[in-house]
């Protein structure tokens, strides 16, 4: 099946650093890219949408300077947080869309924990 | 605005027991897609059931089954002879036939199967 590859899995960064969030489609060409905060025991928030070769586009209330995402291939999107705080420190997920009755596959996420 | 809610925020079953998640939604789409997703404790997404609004029908994969009622935007889901590895987070999620494509996801049902 379509699996997207997540790395890293879990990164501490120090506060102030920037950090990358990388999805590898592995197995399909992924034309579209969702970007996904998790809390806490809480629901999964989009966060923006990528398209391969244009601009990502954000949710109101994301910060579109913070949360760099760049799709410039098929099999590739990240999203880079930008000096970092501890208030980013959450789980990040990917998705990709595969078509309308499909659905979406999931990256495996990514812990950030900012200190 | 499409808005999915959960109102069952934990529920436990016994092993080989049935249980039923519930789920309700709000859209003023007349064609979308819902979906039933389980988020283990590895917090990987993983795609359980999905239903096509235009069908009445239905979808059932294995011990999961869905009751569907479009007039009511109600899409509840079954779980027949509970197993240990039931156990996770399951989402909700809408999905409009046209126009942004991302999902809606709801708050969640913590399930919790005991031997």
């Known amino acids: 099946g379509a699996v997207v590859s997540q790395h890293p899995s879990r990164v501490i960064c120090k506060s102030g650093t920037s950090v990358k969030i990388e999805c590898r489609s592995l197995d399909f060409q992924a034309t579209t890219m969702f970007w996904y905060r998790q809390f806490p025991k809480q629901s999964l928030m989009l966060m923006a949408t990528s398209n391969e070769g244009s601009k990502a586009t954000y949710e109101q209330g994301v910060e579109k300077d913070k949360f760099l995402i760049n799709h410039a291939s098929l099999t590739l999107s990240t999203l880079t947080v930008t000096s970092a705080h501890p208030e980013d420190s959450s789980f990040y997920i990917c998705?990709?869309?595969?078509?309308?009755?499909?659905?979406?596959?999931f990256g495996s996420g990514t812990r950030l924990t900012v200190v | 605005a499409q808005t999915v809610t959960q109102s069952q925020p934990e529920m436990s079953v016994q092993e080989a027991e049935t249980v039923t998640l519930s789920c309700t939604y709000d859209?003023?789409?007349?064609?979308?897609?819902l979906f039933w997703y389980k988020q283990p404790p590895s917090r990987q997404m993983i795609l359980v059931i999905r239903q096509e609004a235009y069908k009445q029908q239905n979808a059932t994969e294995n011990r999961f089954s869905v009751n569907f009622q479009k007039a009511a935007k109600s899409f509840s889901l079954k779980i027949s002879d509970s197993q240990l590895g039931d156990t996770a987070m399951y989402f909700c999620a809408f999905m409009k036939q046209t126009g942004a494509n991302n999902l809606f996801f709801g708050t969640g049902t913590r399930l919790t199967v005991i031997p």
């Open positions: 859209t003023s789409e007349s064609n979308y897609y």
């Open positions: 998705s990709a869309k595969l078509d309308r009755i499909y659905g979406y596959t």
